[in-house]
Each structure stands twice: as C-alpha cells, then as structure tokens.
C-alpha cells in the first residue's frame, strides 16, 4: 500500500555528494583540481562538476587525483533556457532553446536530468515558472535546495514548486546542491562548497552505482541535518534521525500533516495523502529533505 524509495533491508551505507559545482572552465574561479582537493577535504565521498554547457569527462577526470572520491561525469546545460544538470553524462547534450530536446537527448544517452535553482530570481523572472516544468516531461528532479542562491536573488529552497510537481502526480526527486563557483568563499557564516548535499544509500560506490540509487530516490537532501533511517511498516513510517530539533511532515500541496519538536517521527499515512515527505529543521537552520512516499496504487 505504501511506496517508499528507501529500503534498509538490503546492505549499504550512506554516501555524501554534490552534483553542481563548476570550475574556471566556465565560470568558476578554481581548476578542476582545486575544487576536487576541496570537496575531499569536506569528507565528501562523490563529486559531479558540472560547468555551464562543458562536458566533463571521465577522460578529463583520469588526469586527477580524485583522492578516492567517486568523480561523476557531468554538465550544466545553460545557454537559451532553464538550466538542466546532465548527470553522469557521457556526450555533450547542445543547449538547444527546446528543453524537452534536452531532456529527450539526456534520456537517450547515459544519465538523467535535474531541473536546477527554480526559484532564482533573475531580472525579475523566475527561472522555473511551474508552468514551464509542467510542460515538460523526463526529468528525474528538481533542486529542493541550491546554496548558489543564498547569494542571489530569489529563494534556495523551493519545496512548495517541488510539492506542486509532486501534487500533479509526478514522481520526482529532491535534490541539495553547492552550485558552487568558488570553493574558498566564505562569508558571514555562507560559503559555497558544503552548504547543500546529497545523502546517497548505497553499497556501490561507483558512478553507476550512486547514479543507480538516486534515479531509485534512495537518498536525501541535506544542509546539515542527518537521517539514519525511514521504515516502512503497514502503513506506518517512522523517520529518525541524528540532530534534528523538530520534523515537519507533509503531504499535498505542501500541507503539514504531523509535526514533533523531537528527532524522530512516526505517523501513519494519511487517508487523503497521495504522497508524504518530511523536512527536518535542525542547529543554525539547517535542514534535511526526504524523498517523498507514495500510496501506491492498488489496481
Ligand atoms: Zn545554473
Ligand atoms: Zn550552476
């Protein structure tokens, strides 16, 4: 009855990663290296960079040290419309003005597609209008959280599109990422590398097998709240986790259906609930995301 992406039955462990980063072969301020030295000196277990309509390669990967971390091949698709995440790409997808081209391209080749920053506000335009992600078909995700932004105009966090998304009945995922361009800025408690990551389930730490897990939605948002678990039983769902201080759960259009100022959670699906996700507050306003659980439909 109920459809959960998590299952802790089988073995794995939880994978740390960021999928949008960019280096100074578009236009971010460090080389390939740099940013790769960092994010491993953040404990971070997998990397995509993904600069403005640049591939990178496993071939432009060979050439570093990647200190054991996972390298995912990827590219941010930019010119002429909403920005997309090829991950794990393995050909450069063009820019073209059509984005269900893009996605169609991306989904005929290795990867998949996330709908990046939605709610960047540029020049008094938001970048993903609802409308604009309705009319398109494909993509796996959105960003749930982009740190790029905290420094922009317009919202980081863009639960309620993602609610609306998921209200239409579609099952997309929730994703936290740096969209780092500099991963030496800090300021005023900000800084661009480790402010938004993903939590991946998984006992394959190669590209394909992060890749495989998340397309599943067996992972979390994060900017520092961590989950050790969500179970499923009946129709029961209990979350628990390391440092939240209150769990808001919460079914369509973003409505609140249950909410503990405690770690941990359980409720029991709602009768009127087609789907239910949880965001967990934590210390200095952190936060974590899970993938939403879907009624499964009974036929
Ligand atoms: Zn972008
Ligand atoms: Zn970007």
């Known amino acids: 009855m109920i459809d959960s992406p998590y299952d802790f039955s089988s073995p794995g462990g939880w994978l740390r990663g960021n999928l949008h980063t960019h280096t100074n072969r578009s236009d971010g301020k460090q080389p390939m290296q740099e940013v790769v030295d960092r994010y491993h000196s953040l404990g971070y277990d997998f990397l995509m960079i993904s600069d403005h309509d640049v591939l990178t390669a496993e071939s432009d990967y060979a050439a570093l040290d990647s200190h054991g971390m996972t390298l995912i091949p990827g590219n941010e698709v930019s010119a002429h419309g909403m920005h997309i995440l090829h991950v794990h790409a ?76 998921l209200h239409d009945g579609r099952r997309v995922w929730g994703f936290a990422n740096d969209d780092c361009h500099d991963v030496t800025f800090e300021q005023g408690g900000m800084r661009r590398a480790g402010a938004g990551w993903n939590m991946v389930w998984s006992d394959d730490a190669s590209a394909q097998g992060i890749v495989s897990a998340m397309q599943a939605g067996a992972f979390y948002a994060s900017t520092g709240v961590m989950i050790d678990r969500i179970d499923v039983e ?12 209150r769990i808001v759960a919460l079914q369509q259009v973003g409505r609140q259906c249950a909410a503990a100022d405690a770690s941990e959670l359980t409720i029991e699906f709602p009768d009127d609930a087609t789907y239910l996700r949880f965001e967990c507050y ?18």
């Open 282 to 299: 934590g210390p200095r306003g952190s936060k974590a995301w899970t993938q939403p659980i879907f009624r499964k439909e009974t036929t």
């Open 234 to 245: 009946g129709v029961t769902i209990r979350l628990q986790t390391k440092n939240a201080s």
């Open 90 to 165: 393995d050909n450069k997808v063009e820019p073209d003005p059509d984005r269900q081209q893009v996605i169609d391209q991306i989904n005929a080749s290795q990867g998949f597609a996330v709908m990046c920053h939605p709610l960047w506000n540029f020049r008094g335009r938001e970048h993903a209008p609802l409308e604009s992600l309705q009319a398109l078909n494909g993509y796996i995700g959105v960003e749930v959280y982009n740190a790029g932004i905290e420094l922009l105009d317009g919202n980081p966090e863009a639960g309620y599109r993602w609610d609306s998304l």
